[in-house]
């Protein structure tokens, strides 16, 4: 399956949207070669495996959890940074089996979330006019002309961070720090002090049991000491990206080897653009952001060009509309998709379409607003007889305050007290927890 008149660099040839401009082309030259040399993040049988399990997601035999940072750090690309977000994922996870009955699929907003579309090209500050900031792959957050160049050398950098922390989220997964049998190793310190933690606890007991049950009932060790982890960002910048895209041994066409699960965000997904011609012809899964603008004529041309011939597990439709915008757009979505023969993957981002701004010109989201719309997706997806097979969460295994509300009820005035992110604001570790909770409960409520 190759992409007709494609080409990894075809993207070339048209308008790209939210790219760097950066002054010194050979240096980008020199290092963009640097890159296609390096050896591939992951690998072509991994993106295959995770496309296998997307299509048991679409289909509604299994469940994704898809989470992360809305921009990685480089200064994050430490091990207890990472470990605390592993942590998170896999307690959600673990709250997800419970309340879902299916097994559940991890991908992290991990190993590569490095570069940001942004909706002004410029920032001004008491008069003073500078590009903007475009993610710690591209310039540096700091307000000073020389930090806002974008500087070649940082997607080296990126693609070395993004090997660190994957080589450490590979030794824990195969280690035996996610296994089933010992839970406790994924605590998080507050988690004691947490008003859910009782909650969590009884969760816990109840899957060892299961699994205590299985193996005596079987005679075996449950096989649960290792978990599958996947890593996805945005495919946003087009270079990076085409350095490390490659043809691989046995396999027909072109895979980007930067990550398994890239995603087009809202911003780059001209059906003419740079961005649609470049994923068009890697063989990886592709997540779409879709917003409220979005018609079905408009979707329909998009999934024609991106996935021609239907491949299953191929398309996450990543919908993020709103809590007051979904009634209204997303039925006759799901409607003409189907009604097109398309299977794909549905997965809700309940995070971007909520964002809002304090008086204090504090960005930040309501729990309840995030809740409502995840509720509602769900409810939607049951009505239409469709399946939403996944949740999208920006979040951090800290204790940061970013998003308002939560069972600690956390105010305008508390944003102030730990707010770190330099983009979107990221559920805390508590109100990630709480999240995964309340989805549980309300699977199991309409299960019932
Ligand atoms: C994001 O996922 O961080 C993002 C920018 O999303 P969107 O493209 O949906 O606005
Ligand atoms: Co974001």
Redesign the pocket.
């Known amino acids: 399956m190759r992409a007709i008149n494609w080409s990894k660099a075809s993207w070339q040839s048209k308008a790209a949207s939210q790219q760097a401009t950066y002054p010194d082309q050979d240096a980008l030259h020199e290092i963009l070669g640097k890159l296609s040399r390096l050896p591939p993040l992951v690998t072509s049988w991994e993106i295959e495996e995770l496309k296998g399990k997307l299509d048991l997601a679409a289909r509604g035999e299994c469940f994704v959890l898809q989470g992360g940072d809305?921009?990685e750090s480089f200064d994050d690309c430490e091990s207890s940074v990472i470990t605390a977000k592993l942590k998170i994922l896999l307690q959600m996870s673990l709250v997800l089996v419970h309340g879902t009955k299916k097994q559940v699929v991890r991908v992290g907003?991990i190993a590569g979330q490095y570069a940001?579309?942004r909706s002004s090209e410029t920032e001004t500050r008491d008069g003073v006019t500078l590009p903007t900031y475009r993610g710690d792959l591209v310039n540096h957050p700091g307000f000073t002309s020389e930090e806002r160049i974008p500087n070649p050398e940082l997607l080296l950098r990126g693609y070395e961070r993004a090997a660190l922390t994957l080589n450490f989220i590979r030794s824990l997964a195969d280690g035996g720090f996610a296994d089933l049998h010992h839970p406790e190793n994924w605590g998080l310190g507050f988690v004691k002090h947490s008003e859910l933690a009782d909650e969590y606890e009884r969760i816990v007991e109840s899957i060892r049991d299961s699994v205590e049950f299985m193996e005596a009932v079987s005679g075996t060790r449950a096989s649960t000491n290792r978990v599958n982890f996947y890593t996805s960002h945005?495919g946003l910048h087009l270079p990076y990206e085409e350095a490390q895209t490659r043809e691989v041994p046995n396999r027909d066409g072109w895979y980007n080897l930067s990550t398994h699960l890239p995603?087009i965000?809202?911003?780059?997904a001209e059906l003419e653009g740079a961005h649609v011609e470049f994923f068009r012809g890697v063989r990886n899964p592709l997540g779409i952001?879709v917003?409220p603008e979005v018609t079905a004529e408009w979707l329909l041309e998009l999934l024609g060009r991106l996935d021609p011939e239907h491949e299953p597990g191929r398309i996450m439709l990543?919908h993020?509309m709103g809590a007051g915008n979904l009634g209204k757009t997303l039925p006759s979505l799901i409607d003409a998709v189907r009604n097109s023969g398309r299977r794909v993957l549905w997965e809700c981002?309940p995070?971007?379409g909520n964002t809002e701004t304090t008086v204090n010109g504090i960005k930040t989201r309501r729990f309840d607003n995030i809740l409502r719309e995840l509720e509602q997706a769900f409810e939607i997806h049951q009505s239409c007889d469709s399946v939403l097979g996944g949740v999208?969460f920006?979040l951090t295994g800290e204790d940061v305050t970013e998003c308002m509300g939560g069972a600690r009820d956390l105010s305008e005035v508390d944003l102030e007290r730990d707010y770190r992110t330099r983009?979107?604001p990221r559920l805390n570790y508590e109100q990630a927890l709480e999240m995964a909770m309340s989805i549980a409960r309300h699977m199991a409520k309409m299960r019932s």
């Not at 965000?265 to 780059?268: H, L, Q, V």
């Open positions: 809305c921009a907003r940001k579309p945005e995603w965000g809202k911003r780059t952001k917003g990543i993020r981002d995070m971007h999208h920006e983009v979107d």
